[in-house]
């Protein structure tokens, strides 16, 4: 089974696709963090200026395992927190939208769904990797609440680190949303078939209660 989250940043995919995994008894995969391994590869091995061509190379040589606290990319531990760092945030965009880097890893997440059952997060998982899920949800927020959720985050991530102010973080989130939006390959879009939740407001195990609940109340009606 393949439960699908989708939203854009800051709109509590990772944490709530995490503990709904935990929940469902799951396996957990985050699309975003294989982009960002990859974006991490890049300005580690080129630069900023780094080209198409120069960046699907680099893709298509990363080895990429999951470890505690971060990623191995090609035998390298990156702790999140450097997946999560200013750098990468400004340019993991820019790299995502490279159609074959975009085939590389859905082609990752594919096989691994094909292995068992998992709760796998990113933009157009729902619409493009997976528009074949057995449940969707989209998860969204307003631009405030992401960006608080961004800031704690960083603290949490990175608490002896200098830190983006609110503001930074806020227009990065616009600027993201924005590019995000107007890619012409995985733009960010509303599934027609996804659960919408608007999680501004609510609690992270709100919204986990809601998720699970009708995950759970879809599959008695279907077994009935």
Known sequence: MVIAIDGPAGSGKSVVSQLVAKRLG?????SGKLYRAITHRVLQAVGVNADSATIIAVAEDAEIQPADGGLSISGQFVPD???HGDQ???HVSAVSSVLRVRE???AMLRSTAS???IVVEGRDITTVVFPDAEFKVYL???IESRAARRYAQQAELAPEQQRSSYEEIRNAIAQRDEADRTKEHGALVVAPDALYLDTSHLTIEEVCDKVTTTIQGDKIQQEN
């Open 26 to 30: 799951f396996h957990h995969l985050n």
């Open 81 to 83: 927190a450097e997946l």
């Open 140 to 142: 969204d927020a307003d």
């Open 104 to 106: 590389i890893v859905n």
């Open 88 to 90: 990468v945030d400004s």
């Open 115 to 117: 292995q068992t059952d």
